[in-house]
């Protein structure tokens, strides 16, 4: 960790870890297929034909705990610790295994440390889960074990849930962060502390995408500028200083960001293929060697990334040929390289090149291949790698959808 870093909100994102590793239960049973497919359903085994027939996966998100994963025909699927309701099957339960949220078709999702959000096929938004800073958007601060509408619109495009606040993008271009302001995360000033419904983010009416860190947040508008704000304990917001942005800030004058991803106190984002990352750096995080770094720097030469997504001290990215690459902090096998070394630099993750589909990284890590094929690796406390069991795998593990 950097020096920099600031404390107080280190220790709190430690501490909820903890609750989360220790609210992890004991499931049994086991659906994951762990080597890749090469029989033809005519002669291959019960699990490979399991694999064969299991429906494909479109999207997926990693939580601090939990996956949840939407299927081809637009069901919501959700597994791993629940000790917040934030799988949405209105229990508390942890889930080893996936389990279908209701019979609503949905477009996008997002999970934050103990919550999750999801876009409808309707246009309308629904949270679930730990809501004790407001970060459902009903309203109220009361922890919600089934999905509940934020509002009433029927606009809502995309959505990204951090740790205690939540912000999305609606198909006006319109941008509302809501939950947690401690920090100034939610881009409308440091008032109010924490707001229960969505609040609108300055008057712009082009932003594309949006991803919410810890105490940060960034976003990329239909211009291909990016801007962050929030804290700035190491740089994570790029402007090339310390300290807090109360409402966007641009960063650099570029005007070719494709895509932006926020983690606990780093960032990475793509610009015209290339790579850059900025932030904290005491694991690797950047993909660079060295110290926090106040503005981007770029990883390695290569110009043909094509998504990344980063959480906690983790970062991933795959390329347009399709391999998939991770690297920083390592402790539980996010990474995916089959060992528990931190990383300063991407390493490949096996040598499939399929890699196509969503990415999602936290404490534990998953993909989807051109098949729809779904794999998850890395910490599985809660179950979150949804294979059965509670057993940390530092590989790719296929999860089998009912």
Not at 157 to 175: E, K, Q, Y
Not at 191 to 199: E, G, K, N, R
Request: charged share 10%; hydrophobic share 35%; proline share 4%.
């Amino acid at each position: 960790m950097s020096g920099h870093q600031d404390g107080r909100p280190r220790a709190r994102w430690r501490r909820a870890t903890r609750l989360l590793a220790a609210a992890a239960a004991m499931c049994t049973g086991s659906v994951v297929l762990t080597a890749a497919l090469t029989a033809g359903p005519a002669t291959a085994g019960p699990a490979e034909r399991a694999a064969l027939a299991a429906p494909a996966v479109t999207s997926v998100t990693t939580g601090g705990a939990h996956t949840c994963a939407i299927s081809a025909d637009g069901g919501l699927w959700c597994w791993g610790s629940n000790y917040g309701g934030q799988l949405g099957d209105g229990t508390t339960t942890n889930r080893s295994t996936p389990v279908r949220i209701g019979a609503a078709t949905w477009t996008a999702v997002d999970g934050g440390s103990g919550h999750t959000c999801a876009v409808r096929t309707d246009g309308t938004l629904w949270c679930w889960g730990s809501n004790f800073r407001g970060q459902l958007g009903d309203g109220t601060t009361t922890s919600r074990s089934e999905p509940v509408q934020v509002g009433t619109a029927t606009t809502w495009a995309r959505v990204s849930a951090g740790p205690a606040h939540t912000c999305a993008v609606r198909t006006d271009g319109t941008l509302w962060c809501w939950g947690f302001n401690r920090t100034a995360q939610l881009g409308v000033g440091d008032d109010p502390y924490v707001a229960t419904t969505p609040l609108r983010v300055g008057t712009a009416s082009n932003w594309a995408s949006v991803s919410t860190g810890f105490a940060h947040t960034c976003a990329v508008r239909t211009d291909g500028t990016l801007w962050c704000w929030g804290l700035s304990s190491d740089g994570q917001l790029g402007l090339g200083t310390l300290g807090s942005q109360t409402t966007p800030a641009q960063v650099g004058t570029a005007a070719d960001w494709s895509a932006v991803t926020a983690g606990y106190a780093h960032t990475c984002g793509i610009r015209s293929g290339a790579l850059w990352c900025w932030g904290e750096n005491g694991y690797g995080q950047l993909g660079v060697t060295g110290n926090f770094r106040t503005t981007p720097v770029q990883v390695g030469t290569a110009s043909t990334w094509s998504r990344v997504a980063a959480s906690g001290d983790a970062s991933c990215a795959s390329r347009t040929d399709g391999s998939l690459w991770c690297w920083g902090k390592n402790a539980s096998g996010q990474v995916g390289d089959g060992t528990t070394t931190h990383r300063s630099t991407p390493v490949q993750v096996g040598t499939a090149t399929t890699w196509t589909g969503g990415l999602a990284v936290a404490d534990h890590g998953c993909g989807i291949r051109t098949d729809g094929g779904l794999w998850c690796w890395g910490d599985n406390s809660g179950g979150q790698l949804g294979d059965g069991t509670t057993t940390q795998r530092p590989t790719p593990a296929q999860v089998l959808l009912p």
